[in-house]
């Protein structure tokens, strides 16, 4: 079974950065496609950002420019970073496939103040 644990949020001014962990546990021998999701208070959780095939990256609107995915397999890790928070990036960040096919993890807390 998959086993997902993020990491890395925090509390930050708007214009800041942060670097999410995600680390990967049981069930796949390498990762190619894998997901970052976020759900803010009262919203539902929605999808942020993907890469597939190891190389293809897909960002919402409104994080496109800001935010980077990446993988790196020799630590079974993947990785978020994101630069030039806003408020409206607040919220509780998971990782998972793109199709949200694995448990979820706990999530990491990401709070933006202005």
């Known amino acids: 079974q998959v086993h997902l644990v993020e990491s890395g949020g925090g509390l930050v001014q708007a214009g800041g950065s942060l670097r999410l962990s995600c680390s990967v546990s049981?069930?796949?021998?390498?990762?190619?496609?894998m997901a970052w999701f976020r759900q803010a208070p009262g919203k539902q959780r929605e999808l942020v950002a993907q890469?597939?095939?190891?190389?293809?990256?897909e960002y919402i609107d409104s994080v496109k420019d800001r935010f980077t995915i990446s993988i790196d397999n020799a630590k079974k890790t993947t990785f978020l970073q994101m630069n030039n928070l806003k408020p409206t990036d607040t919220g509780v960040y998971y990782c998972?496939?793109?199709?949200?096919?694995?448990?979820w993890g706990q999530g990491t807390q990401v709070t933006v103040s202005s």
């Open positions: 890469i597939t095939y190891g190389r293809k990256t």
């Open positions: 998972n496939g793109p199709g949200a096919s694995y448990a």
């Open positions: 049981g069930g796949i021998a390498r990762l190619l496609n």
